[in-house]
């Protein structure tokens, strides 16, 4: 069965102190993985997909890596409004759409 | 920028009563997907719609629920007899021309079953 684990749940850190969010995974054939970012009672916000095994992406402050087995979303120098909670997400080749989703980081960024 | 609309944003009903839950995907996209997150919890994923049938859907889509695409615009999920547990935010998305391409998610229904 696909599985989404994404590490650490919280970060806290401060103004312009960079760090990564992990994202580990196991598919029966991944089709794509995506980065969401969702601020409080609103809807997931997407920020990147990645296909395969090497591929980076990057807008503004962050960067996002992939492996076989997982994905990191890197952050750099972050602001108060990076605070948000970043989630993961797999789709497999399962034959159905069936997007799978992780716990997420809330990451938290103190002026 | 097109973006996926939902209605209403708050909704609450009595337990047993029907509830039906209306998004609006990106008017091009294909592909289309119900979730829910209940409070402080994971995106789940409930059901994907495509070509006006179900592609897949998860063990949480059981009977009760349904969803309809009535005419070219609108995407509907109906829960026929709402249960407490059933109180959860509720997630429409679209995608375009690809499964795999990323999903636009709606800012959410929060459904309370009283």
């Known amino acids: 069965e696909d599985q989404v684990t994404q590490s650490p749940e919280a970060l806290r850190l401060q103004e312009g102190e960079s760090s990564s969010l992990n994202c580990s995974y196991t598919v029966s054939g991944l089709r794509g993985l995506f980065w969401y970012r969702q601020d409080p009672g609103k809807g997931p916000e997407f920020l990147f997909t990645?296909?395969?095994a090497g591929e980076e992406k990057e807008k503004e402050r962050l960067k996002a890596t992939l492996t076989k087995k997982e994905s990191f979303l890197h952050i750099t120098a972050p602001k108060p409004e990076d605070s948000a909670t970043y989630l993961c997400a797999v789709l497999g080749n399962t034959g159905g759409f069936k997007t799978i989703f992780g716990a997420g980081t809330r990451l938290f960024v103190k002026a | 920028e097109p973006e996926v609309t939902q209605t209403p944003s708050h909704q609450v009903t009595q337990m047993g009563q029907e509830v039906i839950l209306r998004c609006v995907p990106i008017s091009n996209h294909l592909y289309f997907y119900w979730y829910r997150q209940i409070l402080g919890q994971k995106v789940e994923f409930l059901v994907s719609f495509y070509n006006n049938e179900i592609s897949e859907k998860s063990e949480i889509f059981d009977d009760q629920f349904s969803v309809e695409r009535p005419d070219g615009s609108n995407f509907t999920l109906k829960i026929r007899s709402t249960k407490l547990e059933d109180s959860a935010m509720y997630f429409c998305a679209s995608s375009g021309s690809r499964p795999y391409n990323e999903q636009f998610f709606g800012p959410g229904t929060r459904l309370t079953v009283l």
């Open positions: 990645l296909y395969s």
